[in-house]
């Protein structure tokens, strides 16, 4: 006798009606479909020392947005060879200051801005933090490195 398992007997049914229920009250806590938006550095640096990302860092250069990304060969280090560290810079343009919000903001290709890190300003120096939903990728081919901002638009 062929046996279905998609909720016909009689004791799964309540089971499944109370999984489908709960469910269903989670789906406003549930984030929508992010639109996202790509700004990619036009900067490609040639590294050896790929083994991993040591650091990832966002600061401003006279309003511009830039990228400092350390690459270390430490995990691959032993006695008989030496890690390497060298440190790539990326810029983003397009990518614009607005002092009075105290962000950095993307032009979408509709002409609307949307706002992609933040200032924040400390005692002794400043630092750019990027706002939740967006994300610094790091691509690699061969040698060669490339960054991007991926930008959530849905806010």
């Not at 279905?4 to 789906?27: D, M, Q, T, V, Y």
């Not at 903001?105 to 400390?122: E, F, I, T, Y």
Request: glycine share 6%.
């Amino acid at each position: 006798m062929k046996t279905n398992h998609k909720c016909r007997s009689s004791l799964r049914r309540p089971l499944c009606l109370a999984l489908g229920l709960a469910g269903l009250s989670l789906l406003p806590l549930l984030p929508a479909s992010a639109a996202l938006y790509t700004v990619e550095s036009p900067s490609l640096h040639h590294t050896w020392s790929w083994g991993q990302i040591a650091n990832k860092q966002l600061y401003s250069d006279h309003g511009r947005l830039r990228a400092s990304i350390t690459f270390t060969t430490e995990p691959y280090a032993s006695h008989d060879v030496a890690s390497m560290t060298e440190s790539k810079e990326f810029t983003f343009p397009g990518i614009t200051y607005d002092a009075r919000s105290g962000c950095y903001m993307a032009r979408l290709s509709n002409g609307r801005s949307v706002a992609v890190a933040r200032k924040v300003d400390d005692v002794l120096f400043s630092s750019v933090e990027l706002l939740p939903g967006n994300h610094l990728r790091v691509y690699r081919d061969s040698d060669a490195v490339r960054v991007a901002l991926q930008i959530d638009t849905s806010a």
